[in-house]
């Protein structure tokens, strides 16, 4: 039996209430988009990638490390706040389909559309009633691609990203569809700058047990067997197939993010320590890497395959724990 709408009637026309509904401020120009809650936090995202380049509590301060030289302008991915990667993770392979493609692909440096937003009273990551946030929506097509991008990869597809904002954490998630005929393959990932107080007193949580690919010791295979991962040098890591769905971030070995994943898989560990970012032009300040750990939730370790008409979904909720 198909359930067809029912005409709203009297009984179903909603009440008048007296309590006063919270207003969710948003700003939008032509390159950046910021909602803020009535309690204070807020999140702006550059049309140039769908990028959350800063995510505020309350109090004002940012949960998001930007660089203070990214590039805002459309010229260059942004260093900093979460880069959409995709569709393919890291230098492309020269066998695949995406091999003319730069390196994490053609959504971080593709101008979205903004497509408006949702406010809710009980937005997903929301723990109580009037945790209520705002969801806003941003798409990418194949339409949307410069020349170059459409014909380096000529599929048909549909992206939407949403960003919602509540008192207790951002959940960011994406939804990727086939709109063609034929069959794509994909990689994603959600390339996550975490602000954090000091480096030196930061550890990682939830992942021990898990194989992962350490790209500082030329791609080797090896299991996490740290309960609680220190970072005491350039880390480059892809953890694959984690079982459990959090991975927290820890100052003095207290909590500050819980990163939760919903159909990611897999999680990249990134800084990239002072040699490294010595060498990036848009990276600044020069001691920056010291305030900032990437916890990248995303599907990279295999491919993902989409057969036509079909679509996917995967998600994260970081929680800021002040
Ligand atoms: O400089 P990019 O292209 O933004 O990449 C930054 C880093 O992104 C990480 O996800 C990769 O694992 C690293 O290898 C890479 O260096």
């Not at 892809?238 to 769905?245: E, L, R, T």
């Not at 003095?252 to 919903?262: A, G, I, L, T, Y």
């Amino acid at each position: 039996m198909v359930d067809r709408p029912k005409k709203p009637g009297p009984i179903d026309a909603p009440k008048p209430s007296s309590a006063p509904q919270p207003i969710v401020d948003i700003a939008q120009d032509n390159s950046t988009v910021t909602a803020k809650l009535p309690s204070g936090e807020s999140v702006s995202v550059l049309l140039y990638g769908a990028t959350v380049t800063s995510w505020k509590n309350a109090d004002g301060s940012d949960n998001m490390w930007l660089s203070e030289k990214a590039s805002l302008d459309g010229s260059k991915p942004v260093r900093g706040g979460i880069p959409v990667v995709f569709p393919v993770f890291g230098p492309p392979p020269s066998d695949h389909a995406t091999s003319s493609l730069p390196q994490h692909g053609f959504a971080r440096n593709s101008r979205w559309e903004y497509l408006g937003k949702s406010t809710s009273e009980s937005p997903p990551g929301a723990t109580a009633a009037g945790d209520g946030g705002v969801k806003l929506d941003f798409g990418l097509s194949n339409a949307n691609l410069s020349d170059e991008f459409k014909k380096a990869w000529p599929h048909e597809f549909g992206l939407v990203y949403s960003v919602t904002l509540t008192k207790i954490g951002l959940h960011t998630s994406l939804n990727v569809r086939n709109e063609g005929s034929g069959t794509f393959e994909f990689q994603v990932l959600l390339h996550t700058y975490l602000r954090i107080a000091d480096i030196s007193k930061t550890s990682i949580t939830g992942l021990m047990d898990v194989s992962y690919t350490d790209k500082v010791l030329n791609a080797t295979t090896h299991t996490e067997s740290n309960a609680s991962l220190s970072i005491s040098g350039e880390v480059d890591r892809v953890y694959a197939s984690i079982p459990q769905d959090t991975t927290s971030v820890l100052i003095d070995n207290k909590p500050r993010f819980d990163v939760v994943r919903d159909n990611f898989p897999d999680t990249v560990i990134w800084n990239p320590s002072k040699e490294k970012a010595a060498g990036m032009k848009d990276f600044a300040p020069a001691d920056g890497w010291k305030n900032m750990i990437c916890v990248e939730v995303g599907h990279v370790n295999s491919w993902v395959k989409l057969e036509g008409g079909e679509g996917w979904e995967a998600g994260q909720v970081i929680k800021s724990l002040l």
